[in-house]
Antibody
Framework: QIQLVQSGAEVKKPGASVNISCKTS????????IHWVRQAPGQRFEWMGW????????EYARNFQGRVTISRGTSASIAYMELTSLRSEDTAVYYC???????????WGQGTLVTVSS | EIVLTQSPGTLSLSPGERATLSCRAS???????LVWFQQKPGQAPRLLIY???SRATGIPDRFSGSGSGTDFTLTISRLEPEDFAVYYC?????????FGQGTKVQIK
């Protein structure tokens, strides 16, 4: 079955960077995109961007441009999301999800809690 | 960006009752590219409805979606104990993709 398994929880200091992985299985990675979405305490879900699993094309939300980089593994069905210059407001659960350019997010990773604290 | 506003914020109902959740968009959502998710505490969202009215794989037929343009509705015909959760709408027609603030369906 389709699975997206994310890396574990992280605790970071302000100004640091975090890199989260999303290992996929059960489908052809290159036929879909991987999106990244976060959910901060008491806040709405916030879409961060996506990567086309086949072409590697990326698109980022304006709120994160310059701070986020989404990439994919060279040989494995895995995607990564790096967020730099972390601040306390970046404390959230980060999710990867399978979708497309105009395809719904139909399978989600389990989420990765990132805590930013001095 | 498209702002999605869900109502009510909380719905208190009993098992067996009908739940009607609303999602209103600040502008028309092209091709009705709107989904509904269910989220339970500590879990990832689960896709229920896509393209406003199509049920995702494995979703019981007590869940139905309707609407077009700017007004969308999720209906749960008869609430089961496992349906008490938070429900979110989300549009994927226009970048940036945006989410509603959620409706909590709780046991009365």
């Amino acid at each position: 079955q389709i699975q997206l398994v994310q890396s574990g929880a992280e605790v970071k200091k302000p100004g640091a960077s975090v890199n989260i992985s999303c290992k996929t299985s059960g489908y052809v990675f290159s036929n879909y995109a991987i999106h990244w979405v976060r959910q901060a305490p008491g806040q709405r879900f916030e879409w961060m961007g996506w990567i086309n699993g086949g072409s590697g094309y990326t698109e980022y939300a304006r709120n994160f441009q310059g701070r986020v980089t989404i990439s994919r593994g060279t040989s494995a069905s895995i995607a990564y999301m790096e967020l730099t210059s972390l601040r306390s407001e970046d404390t959230a659960v980060y999710y990867c999800a399978r979708g497309g350019r105009i395809r719904p997010l139909d399978s989600w990773g389990q989420g990765t809690l990132v805590t930013v604290s001095s | 960006e498209i702002v999605l506003t869900q109502s009510p914020g909380t719905l208190s109902l009993s098992p067996g009752e009908r739940a009607t959740l609303s999602c209103r968009a600040s502008q028309k959502i092209g091709s009705n590219y709107l989904v509904w998710f269910q989220q339970k505490p500590g879990q990832a969202p689960r896709l229920l409805i896509y393209d406003a009215s199509s049920r995702a794989t494995g979703i019981p037929d007590r869940f139905s979606g309707s609407g077009s343009g700017t007004d969308f509705t999720l209906t749960i015909s008869r609430l089961e104990p496992e349906d008490f959760a938070v429900y979110y709408c989300q549009q994927y027609a226009t970048s940036p993709w945006t989410f509603g603030q959620g409706t909590k369906v709780q046991i009365k």
